[in-house]
């Protein structure tokens, strides 16, 4: 993308869901440090481009420090996160900590290094984050990476659990927060491409792609193909939790429940699951009918009218 004014109308779009996502889950408050961190791949450097946007802007005072962890991975080009750093303005702090060795050394070749990886390198982000005074630290996980997680946890894990926009650590000592919750990573791929930042490669510590991880990003991927607006409808879903139609008696009271217990969304036993027309969906699941070759009427589940006759042609 080169043409300018896309550019800035995309920059601007990113800029208000950056803000809403702010604002809807307060994820930044006067006086807040907040650590940035940045990998070198397309969703930091988009992360951070927004954050300073919105630092300008905002009625409130924040401070921002963006951060990088040199892994030592071999063939990371350190000079180029400094450089672009500098260039920009922003206050840095980048750290260099041999992550890699250790992994190499304790993960036997072949096997997904990833999970160890990711916990030293969250161990020297929070204590980071400490040494700079930050009270948050900002990730650039957009919201495919949130819905992926949600259904790794679903398919592999059973659990009903995604990435939060927001959580407290496990030392209750800093929030994350995630403020590309609301950017599809379409968006954020076209705006790092027209913005031309110096990418650095994701795969120099040569370890294999989540297989798991990979298998989601495809099924999602050809679901949206096939039908647009999947990942967003997922998205939607889980802001939009309904404990009572769920099976977990620890986040509703099953057990307890009588004809006095008031029910979110009500009965809804014999009723088909709801289809929004903003969904994409052209044709809503329940009984279907055929009338004809041509036709086919859809009857919910538990309203069929008796007196249709399937031989009658629909007008
Ligand atoms: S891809 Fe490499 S650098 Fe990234 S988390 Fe996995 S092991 Fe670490």
Redesign the pocket.
């Known amino acids: 993308m080169d043409d300018s004014k896309t550019l800035q109308k995309l920059r601007k779009y990113l800029e208000g869901r950056v803000g809403k996502a702010i604002i809807d889950y307060n994820m930044i408050e006067d006086g807040d440090t907040v650590l940035v961190c940045i990998?070198g791949g397309k969703d930091s450097y988009t992360l951070l481009t927004m954050l300073l946007a919105l630092q300008r802007r905002a009625p409130i005072r924040f401070q921002l420090i963006a951060m990088n962890l040199d892994?030592k991975?071999p063939g990371f080009p350190a000079d180029v996160l400094p450089r672009y750093l500098a260039e920009l303005g922003v206050e840095f702090r980048i750290v260099e900590a041999d992550?890699?060795s250790i992994?190499r050394k304790k993960i036997p070749e072949g096997k997904?290094?990833?999970?160890?990886?990711?916990r030293l390198?969250r161990g020297i982000i929070y204590r980071t984050a400490k040494e700079l005074g930050a009270n948050k630290i900002a990730l650039g996980h957009h919201r495919d990476d949130m819905v992926h997680t949600l259904f790794l946890n679903l398919l592999f894990g059973g659990k009903l659990k995604a990435m939060p926009p927001k959580l407290v650590t496990d030392d209750k000592a800093h929030v994350v927060i995630r403020p590309l919750a609301y950017c599809s990573e379409k968006d954020i791929s076209r705006f790092a491409r027209g913005m031309k930042f110096p990418i650095i490669p994701?795969?120099?510590?040569?370890?294999q792609?989540?297989l798991q991880r990979q298998k989601i990003r495809e099924m999602m991927e050809d679901w949206d193909h096939r039908y647009p607006g999947r990942t967003e409808s997922v998205f939607t879903a889980m802001q939009n939790i309904v404990p009572s139609h769920l099976a977990d008696n620890s986040r509703f009271d099953f057990r307890g429940l009588t004809l006095a217990t008031p029910v979110d969304e009500g009965d809804i036993a014999f009723d088909p699951p709801e289809i929004s027309a903003s969904s994409g969906g052209s044709v809503p699941i329940g009984l279907q009918v055929p009338i004809s070759n041509d036709n086919v009427i859809v009857e919910p589940l538990g309203r069929v009218n008796s007196t249709v006759r399937p031989s009658q042609p629909m007008r």
Not at 112 to 118: E, F
Not at 202 to 207: A, F, I, R, V
């Open positions: 990998s892994q991975q992550t890699y992994v997904t290094t990833c999970s160890l990886c990711s390198r994701c795969n120099l510590c040569g370890s792609a989540n």
